[in-house]
């Protein structure tokens, strides 16, 4: 209904102007040519000539949407045209016999409402009227075009969307088992010897996935709920590892509400201590940073690790680092940056930085 109005009074508008232009126009020229002709009564007579193109333009709409240009349809669609446009000269001549718009050009006097003065409006403005309909039909049907683009531009945004929406989902999927994998031989290797502390880790595991499965659906969460169930996840490590692992938080408190990938730190932050610490009989010690720097989003990861050893590097293209960058690239395209380093006194630094944002990241995807 709203659309239907605003057709309405979008037409109403051109033509009301084109007429007032053409009244101005009529009234100039016959200032200059001499002839004693008033600006409001050729104001009025031109208004009220357009409006009749006005009140036509509609069936001529609707026709371009009944017969639309299709090679299938060429033979129809010209038929349906010729008898519009035959009807559109026969109507346009009554409606100005009749409206008394048909008048004489020098002293604007209405002409008699008669069937001599409609032949007369037909066969003196015929070439006209051919313009005028020309001139609906290429406007009418460069707005179906601009709609069926625009139109195809919003279904392929949404195509797009979607397919973003399920390569995540799919990717976040492939997170769920190798987490809950590793989770369950940490927690197998201890059933034995510390059976208590085993029983403590499954009960926190299944908090953990809980929370995991309840945030599945999620593509993005607050920085502060991601570190939450990163700690959540430490405290498990620690009960598999317990004094071999020391954490060390830096958390800027201005960073937390900035929005990041769901579970996008806690693989990266197991990445850290598969390949690092739980290769050091000694264990060692994961740091965890964030801070907010302008609009950008920094995250670091440091751990400790064998010197030299081939296993930091091993943990830039594992499932977790691999799964991230796929992640991150279908957010973030390539305002991202994510690399591992590793450290001359053994272990790696994972660099991450991502843009500062609070609104949804899914809205503003790549395409």
């Avoid at 009244?23 to 009564?41: D, H, I, M």
């Avoid at 060692?284 to 720097?293: E, H, N, P, S």
């Avoid at 994510?338 to 053994?346: A, T």
Wanted: aromatic residues 8%.
């Amino acid at each position: 209904m709203r659309s239907a109005a605003r057709v309405v009074l979008v037409v109403l508008a051109v033509w009301v102007g084109l007429g007032v232009f053409m009244g101005v126009q009529f009234y100039v020229n016959g200032t200059f040519a001499g002839k004693s002709v008033a600006l409001w009564p050729a104001i009025g007579f031109s208004v009220r000539r357009y409006l009749i193109y006005a009140l036509l333009t509609f069936p001529v709409l609707r026709l371009c949407r009944l017969f639309p240009p299709s090679s299938a349809r060429v033979i129809p669609t010209l038929g349906a045209h010729l008898a519009g446009f035959s009807g559109f000269v026969v109507l346009y001549s009554a409606l100005r016999t009749l409206s008394g718009s048909a008048v004489d050009r020098v002293t604007l006097e209405p002409l008699p409402a008669s069937f001599e003065t409609a032949v007369t409006v037909l066969r003196s403005t015929w070439f006209e009227q051919l313009t005028m309909y020309l001139t609906i039909v290429i406007a009418a049907l460069a707005l179906q075009y601009h709609r069926a683009a625009r139109q195809r531009e919003i279904e392929e945004a949404e195509l797009k969307r979607q397919m973003v929406e399920y390569e995540l989902q799919v990717l976040k999927l492939q997170l769920h088992p190798h987490f809950l994998f590793n989770a369950m031989n940490g927690i197998a290797t201890l059933i034995a010897r510390e059976p208590r502390t085993a029983r403590e880790m499954l009960i926190r595991l299944s908090d953990l996935l809980r929370t995991a499965l309840s945030r599945s659906a999620e593509n993005e969460v607050a920085l502060r709920d991601e570190i939450e169930f990163v700690k959540a996840y430490l405290e498990l490590e620690r009960m598999r590892f317990g004094e071999r692992l020391k954490v060390e938080l830096a958390i800027d408190p201005a960073s937390l509400e900035a929005r990041v990938p769901n579970m996008i730190i806690q693989p990266l932050v197991e990445n850290a201590i598969e390949y690092g610490i739980a290769r050091m009989r000694a264990g060692g010690t994961l740091g965890l940073a964030t801070q907010c720097v302008e609009d950008r989003l920094r995250i670091l990861i440091v751990n400790d690790g064998p010197a030299a050893d081939a296993s930091a590097r091993a943990g830039g293209s594992g499932i977790g680092m691999s799964n991230a960058r796929s992640r991150l690239g279908r957010l973030y395209g390539d305002a991202f940056r994510l690399r591992l380093e590793e450290r001359e006194q053994g272990g790696a630094t994972l660099f991450l930085e991502v843009p500062r944002r609070t609104g949804s990241l899914t809205e503003e995807a790549p395409a």
